[in-house]
């Protein structure tokens, strides 16, 4: 079984940056598909991010360009570093491990972006 905690969330102004990380349990990490999604106050989980196991990583709509998703393998943790926030950033991010047929999501944790 496979534990995702994630770290880092917190309030921060319009223009601050956050450092988000999930770190994962068990020894899969290595070959997984991992990702960062976004559920807001009024809209569904969205992806952010992805990053595959060989290290290629894209991103949706306005994560372009002010976030960046990175992994360490040797600490089992992926991390997103967000730049640059907007107020519709605002919302629970959470991790996402793909290893085979096998999903495992992260509980979340809490971004805000307000003044």
């Known amino acids: 079984q496979v534990q995702l905690v994630e770290s880092g969330g917190g309030l921060v102004q319009p223009g601050g940056s956050l450092r988000l990380s999930c770190v994962a349990s068990g020894n899969i990490f290595s070959r997984a598909s991992l990702s960062w999604y976004r559920q807001g106050p009024r809209s569904g989980r969205d992806m952010v991010a992805t990053?595959?196991?060989?290290?290629?990583?894209q991103y949706v709509g306005s994560a372009r360009g002010r976030f960046t998703i990175s992994r360490d393998n040797a600490k089992n943790t992926v991390y997103l570093e967000m730049t640059n926030l907007k107020p519709e950033d605002t919302g629970v991010y959470y991790c996402?491990?793909?290893?085979?047929?096998?999903?495992?999501w992260g509980q979340g944790t809490q971004v805000t972006v307000s003044s």
């Open positions: 990053i595959s196991g060989t290290g290629r990583d």
């Open positions: 996402k491990l793909i290893s085979g047929n096998d999903v495992y």
